[in-house]
């Protein structure tokens, strides 16, 4: 069966890491109060010149490098973002020319914390049909660009990175086994930025009702994994690691015991980068194959969920 196996892994950050305690000069909060709520210690946040276009070049570039794999030979570039550099072109396309490749299938996705997971099934299918040999996959995000500096209660919450991986149509057991995607445009108002180009002309901030959306995150993100799960044919008990969307450690947590997983299964680096949208899914996995957590051979299933509301689960074979 041919199958989307991931060839390799990779990720970038900003320069300029800001703790905690850096962030309290400027916000009325303390370390105490953002480690106590949601397990985050620091984030990193884009200076001048860093954008979501030149970390997903260089989470690509990591990627790639990963995987020997030449930027001729990839013919597929899905980009999930909600902050692209542009209204448009898309920022796959500025991935695409800083790569260097002629030519070759390339465009954005929007499904904000899910849109890793959309872009990567998307990827999938156009691999598995033959559209498609080689694939980059890329969550980026500049979140820091639409947040309110005076909320505290989301400020604090995200940072900026990206993440990578490069997919590789091939025959065999390893890769994607199932992807399962979901969407309620219902509860736009829970969380969502308060402008557009066709509403106000404005690029707008980040506004979020943090309790609401943390119900329906533990309920939503527990059924698609069972979901997921139940459409590779594995149990809870086959999942070596799984690799969430790293939005607060309160719901990585909940997730983990509404589905009797262990917590040293589920990888956390939310305490390191806080939320990064799109890019916390690959980033946290890159973070796990480089520091040796998962193996060639593990059973991995990646879930997320953000606004729209939007969520989504993944069960792969690395």
Partial sequence: MRRSVIAGVGGALPERRVSNDELAKTVDTSDEWIV???GIRS???AGEGETTGTLATGAARSALANAGVAPADIDLIVLATATPDQTFPSTATKVQAALGINDCIAFDVHAVCTGFLYALSVADSMLRSGNANKALVIGAETFSRILDWEDRATCVLFGDGAGALVLS???GDRGILSTRLHADGRHNDLLFVDGGPSTTG???KLRMKGREVFRHAVVNLAEVL???LEAA????ADVDWVVPHQANARILDATARKLGLPPEKV???VDKHANTSAASVPLAFDTAVKDGRIQRGDVVVLEAM???FTWGAAALRY
């Fill in 202 to 204: 404005t690029v707008g």
């Fill in 226 to 228: 069972t979901e997921v």
């Fill in 233 to 236: 044919g594995l149990n809870a």
């Fill in 169 to 171: 149509a091939e025959e």
């Fill in 43 to 45: 984030r990193y946040i």
């Fill in 306 to 308: 953000g606004g729209g």
């Fill in 36 to 38: 106590e709520r949601t």
């Fill in 267 to 269: 990888v956390v680096t």
